[in-house]
């Protein structure tokens, strides 16, 4: 079994990204499960430029596309619902949203980079208390710039030690070093694998163990053959560590992690 704990979907700007694409993709490399976010929650383009604000989507509404695209696909597709940390922060109708429709909802997703915003700022507590009230962890980007380095969402991890985060893509463009000393640290803080180096994780697995470590790709950001750059993890992770370790990396975290049972869904 292959769970990808990182997919997106959401049209905006120059991004179309449907489910439709997300599933055909996963039937062609085998992939059983992913947890999606909506990347109509963006606050910054790819030059760091803040997105027009008559593109820009409410996250509400944000979380309600999201989870009504999963919806036509309960045993394939999950929801991380994406917040704007920047310009906006849960409320009533958010919870009301959640309650509502929590069989659907996985995680609660951040974008550091996306939004220029550092995770730990006190003013996002909310955030946090909202992933307490309903057990979800807290998937954020790491890696780009200042505000989306790791060690931001160590402080949270540190601070919060009943709420668990994942570090999505374990600061990318970097030897992870870093932040494979943090989660040393923080048992309730783990990193996935997309666009990381095999090499990284194997680190990772030789210093924390591979139940800290998740299958993630980014599902369909580079185009429609994204999932064919996760070759090295479909094949070659198996000639590296244990079968119980590639079962852990591969599917046996995400769904301890984030309460998957498949066998549920319908």
């Not at 944000?62 to 394939?76: F, I, M």
């Not at 990318?172 to 640290?185: G, N, P, Q, V, Y």
């Not at 309730?188 to 697995?205: E, F, I, K, S």
Request: charged fraction near 30%; include cysteine; charge should be neutral.
């Amino acid at each position: 079994m292959i769970i990808d704990s990182h997919a997106h979907i959401g049209r905006i700007l120059v991004y179309n990204l449907s489910y439709k694409r997300v599933l055909l993709s996963m039937e062609k490399y085998g992939v059983d499960f992913s947890l999606v976010s909506c990347f109509e929650s963006i606050e910054n383009d790819d030059k760091g430029k803040p997105v027009p604000w008559i593109a820009q989507k409410r996250q509400n509404r944000v979380l309600k596309r999201t989870v009504k695209a999963v919806k036509k696909a309960p045993d394939k597709l999950g929801a991380l619902i994406w917040l704007k940390i920047r310009q906006e922060l849960p409320n009533k109708r958010t919870i009301r949203l959640i309650e509502k429709y929590r069989k659907y909802i996985y995680g609660i997703k951040l974008h550091p980079y996306r939004s220029k915003t550092a995770p730990d700022e006190p003013r996002l507590q909310p955030i946090i208390d909202l992933a307490r009230r309903f057990n979800l962890p807290v998937v954020s980007h790491t890696g780009n710039c200042e505000e989306a380095d790791s060690v931001h969402l160590y402080n949270l991890a540190k601070a919060n030690p009943d709420v668990n985060f994942v570090a999505v893509h374990m600061d990318i463009d970097t030897d992870s070093a870093e932040l494979i000393e943090r989660m040393k640290e923080t048992p309730n803080l783990y990193g996935d694998t997309t666009w990381v180096p095999l090499d990284n994780v194997l680190r990772a697995v030789e210093a924390v163990g591979s139940e800290r470590i998740l299958f993630g790709t980014d599902n369909p950001m580079d185009g429609k053959e994204t999932l064919r750059y996760s070759k090295k993890y479909f094949v070659d992770l198996k000639d590296e560590v244990s079968e119980e370790d590639y079962e852990n990396i591969m599917h046996k975290n995400a769904e301890r992690l984030f309460g998957i049972n498949l066998s549920d869904n319908s």
